[in-house]
């Protein structure tokens, strides 16, 4: 958030707005959390509609206090609320929520809770099939709980959507090794450092 005002004074220096969300911004750019907190949950209270995109941003501050549980609690009620207005929308129109879904399965791992890090995972894919970090994240999930094969499957399929991701190639090298197939895995590390 401090690089985001930083950005943002550079381009229109002091035309900030007063509004609650704003304050809650500026609040959390400047690292005064429960304070950012506090200001989201008061925009989101006053206009649930209008701020509903507020419970990211009181969720990224909730997660940097710590606070895992009601970090989900924000980001399942955007979720839901995504869902409301997609189903309710005359326009055929979708937006995807697999960056969202992901944010649940990451505050899951973060909690150690790979059953629900793992279903939100499915539900990012099933939102976006092409959504690599997903399979990223699911391999990483697989390797830690011993189904390497499981793991080497999910880099594979990461790989097939993004060849070029170093990050990927190098855990997917690490799986093939795991899985004692040392020639691809050397591959996938040269790919890496390529």
Same mark, same amino acid.
């Given at each position: ?13 002091? @035309?900030? %707005? ?16 429960? =304070? ?5 949950? %008061?925009?989101?209270?006053? =206009? ?8 990211? +941003? ?11 549980? +009601? ?12 869902? %409301?207005?997609?189903?309710? +929308? ?12 992901? +944010? ?30 997903? @399979? ?28 070029? =991701? ?7 090298? %690490? ?20």
């Amino acid at each position: 958030r401090a690089l985001e005002a930083l950005i943002w004074e550079q381009l229109v220096p002091g @035309r900030w %707005r007063s509004d609650v969300a704003t304050r809650g911004f500026l609040a959390h750019a400047q690292g005064r959390l429960d =304070d950012a907190v506090q200001l989201y949950a %008061r925009a989101i209270a006053l =206009d649930p509609e209008k701020y509903a995109w507020v419970r990211f +941003s009181r969720a990224a501050a909730l997660v940097s206090l710590q606070r895992y549980d +009601s970090a989900a609690g924000e980001l399942t009620q955007l979720i839901e609320h995504e869902r %409301r207005t997609a189903e309710a +929308s005359v326009l055929p129109q979708y937006e995807s929520l697999e960056l969202l879904e992901y +944010s649940m399965a990451l505050l899951y791992a973060a909690r150690n809770d790979a059953r629900h890090a793992r279903e939100a995972l499915d539900r990012a894919l099933l939102e976006n099939l092409g959504f690599y970090p997903a @399979r990223l994240l699911l391999g990483r999930l697989s390797l830690a709980t011993g189904d390497v094969s499981g793991a080497v499957r999910e880099f594979q399929l990461g790989v097939d959507v993004k060849a070029d =991701d170093a990050v990927l190639r190098l855990d997917y090298g %690490r799986a093939l090794k795991r899985a004692r197939r040392p020639d691809e895995a050397l591959e996938q590390l040269r790919k890496a450092i390529e």
